[in-house]
């Protein structure tokens, strides 16, 4: 069993910039991707970025592609997401998850288990 905690997110101005945390407890991650994605009210969750828990391999959704990046600290077990640049559309609740089964590298949010509560991201006009 994993648990994942976000943090970081926030209210702030379109142009402004916010680091999200994602911090895993519970059991190893080798070999497991963990992923971010976002749900804005009434629409589906879709996913923003990944990346592999070993080599550090990187995909972003095409909306936040040179704004957002993914990081993880394995010491620290955390997961970031920079985001820069952010405009109006980028507000959404905010969730990290893990890959259900180790190597999977799927974008979908069906095959992320383990999320976490999600942290608000508000940007402003």
């Known amino acids: 069993q994993v648990q994942l905690v976000e943090s970081g997110g926030g209210l702030v101005q379109a142009g402004g910039s916010l680091r999200l945390s994602c911090a895993a407890s519970?059991?190893?991650?080798?070999?497991?991707?963990m992923g971010w994605f976002r749900q804005a009210p009434g629409k589906e969750r879709e996913f923003v970025a990944i990346?592999?828990?070993?080599?550090?391999?990187?995909t972003y959704a095409e909306p936040v592609k040179g704004r957002f990046t993914i990081s993880r600290d394995n010491a620290k077990r955390t997961v970031y997401l920079q985001m820069n640049s952010l405009n109006p559309e980028d507000t959404a609740v905010y969730y990290c998850?893990?890959?259900?089964?180790?190597?999977?590298?799927?974008?979908?949010?069906?095959?992320?288990?383990?999320w976490g509560q999600g942290t608000q991201v508000t940007v402003s006009s």
């Open positions: 998850a893990v890959a259900r089964r180790p190597l999977d590298y799927s974008l979908h949010p069906a095959d992320f288990t383990s």
């Open positions: 519970g059991r190893t991650f080798s070999n497991y991707a």
């Open positions: 990346i592999t828990w070993g080599a550090g391999s990187t």
